[in-house]
């Protein structure tokens, strides 16, 4: 039986609630229960029953009852008064951080993972088998995590694996896969990690993170560029294991909104994949994104979400009919247009990691409809001059708003590492066989031939559904990961620049001189639909609403690039984008896949709703419990140990 030495925790005197900390508690797993309690969803819900892991609640009750196990310091785990909180928002301080003498002693750890249930994983870097000062030292095992590393299911499968290191800080790959001579340590990631499976455990580490001062961080897939769900000294909450998917029936009716039809409630772990197949097998389609593992109910929606079917139905966020949410207080509750409006308009397109943590959400379904893809491409060669090149790809450009305008979502690159040749793949039409789509192409096809660019290579393909569209079209393997060693800017476009011929040819010369230096760019043919059916009064960045193009453009620096090279390649990167920002003065870029650099992110990923979520920020959040780079309200906070154009994770989060 571990005797629980409450006086060490004594440490913790420039906290009023040390005081009630008492001498000593027994504490084991036989002697105190998993603080949980079973609650069943009723009228102040959504409407919808709970998913089993929801009805697991932390509730006073239990908070009540811990007293019983004699600890008397149970204001770790207690609940907070938003209000009460709003007027003491100037007494923020550095989180705390491990080594600070108010950093919780081994015991209290220890009493935090009984109460949930073992949840609790102390972290450790899952390249650390590769290093021999770490006492998880295997080098067979490390061959194994070496190549494993750079798919996307071995990061999601890892406690502190995530997509992009860059952010992170680079702390601990596998030997082969970074610098000569590199250490591991923990570096940007979390000191601990609760591996949720009920939404009990949920609130318990929001309350224990709060109530301590605490770093907390959310990841589910780990999929965010910007490193927003990993931190050094944090305590983070894992939603990867709540996948389940429920099918709400063809007839679902949801009061709040009038909608009535198909809808799924979808757990906030559950990947791409699965649910479009739960559709799929019930002839439905639903809007997500164009990757298999991309988290749906996580970082996607809460940032907007595109999707093969933008150009359809508008942006995932505006298909969410309520949420349900654990608050920064540490409640509970349900979340749609009647209960919270503010909070409902901000979690559809606000951002993950600000307003509380999303555990569910129902969403609507729509009818199957097939696809039709057409790949092609085309490059300067022995017939076709630079000049002429351009002129073919202004050609294609032109095209946009009436493709967007069409229902499609065209994915294309341009590669200039050698001589410039441009790549459609795909073409992708909604509710269209090939002969519908090579109708709308052949328009194109013949302005390209009459420029002299010959097009050998048009492909058309046909699938029943989205998800034989993806499947057809982006292998599981291309989904590279694990990766630290590029970085991406990107820019929304909006519909104006195409009515006025001086704009359109202003941004189509700033798009060449681009990619002509910096040698790939991507882009999305795309535009948020207009959907009277869904209620798309909400945060997604107003920019979507006048987008037709999506358009990413990369950095990239070598495996051996010090932190010193990859600031400069960062910065060169926010330069080369400035033409992009002239050429769109008023518009935007996708939170989701934006430079962590961008100027002015408030303005680029928020638009007009800035100030108002900021407002909403401090209402909901009036600790700033969560934190993520360009999330809103993060202005206020800032990383220690930082060099200009590449802010990390790896440092204190303390107040500016
Ligand atoms: C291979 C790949 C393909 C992509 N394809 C698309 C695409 O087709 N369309 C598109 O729009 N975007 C796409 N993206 C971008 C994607 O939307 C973002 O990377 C997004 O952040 C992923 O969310 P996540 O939950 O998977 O990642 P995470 O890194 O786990 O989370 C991202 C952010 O959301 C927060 N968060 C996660 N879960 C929750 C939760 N339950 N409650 C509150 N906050 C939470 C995290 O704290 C973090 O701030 C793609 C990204 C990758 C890597
Ligand atoms: C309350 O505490 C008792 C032990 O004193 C425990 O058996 C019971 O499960 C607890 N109930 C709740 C709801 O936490
Ligand atoms: C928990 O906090 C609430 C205030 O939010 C307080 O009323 C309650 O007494 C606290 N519970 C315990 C067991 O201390
Ligand atoms: C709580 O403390 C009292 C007094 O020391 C003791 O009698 C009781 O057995 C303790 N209860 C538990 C559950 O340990
Ligand atoms: C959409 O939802 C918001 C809450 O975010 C609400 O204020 C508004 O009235 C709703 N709009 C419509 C048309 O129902
Ligand atoms: C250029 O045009 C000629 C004549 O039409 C043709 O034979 C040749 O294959 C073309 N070259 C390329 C690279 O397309």
């Not at 150009?311 to 509750?333: H, I, K, T």
């Not at 929304?492 to 359109?504: E, G, H, I």
């Not at 939170?591 to 007009?608: H, R, T, V």
Request: charged share 15%; aromatic share 12%; glycine share 8%.
């Amino acid at each position: 039986m571990a005797r629980f030495v409450f006086a060490a925790a004594l440490s913790l005197t420039n906290l009023a609630l040390a005081q009630t900390i008492q001498d000593g508690v027994d504490a084991t797993p036989e002697t105190v229960a998993p603080a949980v309690e079973k609650v069943e969803a009723d009228a102040s819900t959504s409407g919808v029953d709970y998913f089993p892991f929801e009805s697991s609640q932390l509730t006073p009750n239990v908070i009540a009852n811990l007293t019983n196990y004699n600890l008397t310091n149970v204001d770790l785990f207690n609940f907070s008064d938003t209000e009460t909180a709003t007027q003491k928002r100037a007494s923020r301080a550095c989180k705390t951080y491990p080594g600070d003498r108010s950093w919780p002693i081994r015991p209290i750890w220890d009493l935090l993972n009984i109460l949930l249930g073992g949840a609790l994983v102390e972290g450790v870097p899952p390249a650390a088998p590769c290093y021999s000062d770490w006492p998880q030292y295997d080098e067979a095992k490390c061959a194994s995590i070496t190549s494993q590393w750079q798919t996307p299911q071995y990061q999601l499968s890892q406690p502190l694996g995530i997509q992009y290191y860059a952010f992170e800080g680079v702390s601990c790959l596998p030997p082969t896969l970074t610098r000569t001579g590199a250490k591991c340590t923990l570096g940007g990631m979390p000191s601990y990690v609760v591996k949720a499976t009920n939404v009990a455990q949920i609130q318990l580490a929001v309350n224990f993170a709060r109530n301590l001062n605490l770093r907390l961080i959310v990841k589910n897939k780990g999929h965010d560029f910007k490193a927003k769900s990993t931190g050094a000294g944090s305590l983070s909450i894992w939603t990867n294991a709540l996948d389940s998917i429920q099918y709400l029936g063809s007839t679902y009716s949801h009061g709040p909104s009038g909608y009535r039809g198909p809808a799924f409630k979808v757990g906030a772990g559950v990947q791409a994949l699965p649910l479009y197949q739960a559709a799929d097998k019930l002839g439905l389609h639903i809007v997500g994104g164009n990757t298999r593992t991309v988290g749906i109910g996580g970082g996607y929606t809460a940032g907007g979400g595109h999707s093969p079917l933008l150009s359809m139905y508008g942006m995932a966020a505006d298909q969410v009919l309520s949420m349900e949410v654990v608050l920064p207080n540490g409640r509970f509750v349900s979340v749609d247009e009647k209960k919270y409006p503010d909070l409902f308009f901000a979690l559809r397109g606000g951002g993950g990691s600000t307003w509380g943590i999303v555990t569910s959400l129902v969403i609507r379904a729509y009818p199957k409809k097939p696809v039709s893809t057409l790949t092609y491409s085309f490059g300067v060669n022995a017939n076709v001059s630079k000049e002429t090149f351009w002129k073919g790809v202004d050609a294609v450009f032109a095209k946009f708003p009436e493709y967007a305008d069409e229902g499609m979502y065209n994915y294309w690159s341009i590669s200039c590492m050698f001589d410039c040749s441009f790549s459609m793949a795909p073409q992708w039409g909604n509710d269209m066989n090939s002969a519908k789509l090579k109708t709308l192409s052949t328009p194109l096809f013949d302005e390209l031939a009459g420029l002299g660019i010959t097009v050998s290579d048009a492909t058309y393909k046909e699938y029943d559904g989205v998800l034989g569209g993806i499947e057809g079209t982006w292998s599981a393997e291309s989904e590279q990961t694990g990766v630290w060693n590029f970085n991406t800017g990107s820019r929304l476009f909006p519909r104006s620049n195409w009515d006025d011929p001086t704009k359109l040819a202003a941004q189509n010369a700033a798009l060449r001189q681009s990619v002509e230096k910096a040698g790939l760019m991507l882009g999305y043919n795309m535009k948020a639909a207009t959907n009277p059916s869904v209620n798309q009064t909400n945060a997604v960045n107003p920019a979507w609403r006048q987008t037709v193009l999506h358009a990413l453009l990369g950095a990239t620096w070598s495996q051996e690039a010090t932190p010193e090279d990859i600031a400069a390649a960062n910065k060169n990167l926010v330069e080369m984008m400035q033409p992009w920002r002239d050429a769109s003065p008023d518009a935007g870029a996708y939170l989701n896949e934006a430079d962590i650099n961008e100027p002015n992110w408030q303005q680029a990923f928020y638009g007009s709703n800035y100030a108002y979520l900021y407002q909403l920020k401090q209402k909901y959040d009036p600790w700033g419990l969560l934190w993520a780079p360009t999330a809103v309200g993060s202005e206020d906070w800032y990383v220690t140990n930082q060099i200009d154009y590449y802010p990390t994770q790896n440092g204190k989060l303390c107040p500016k």
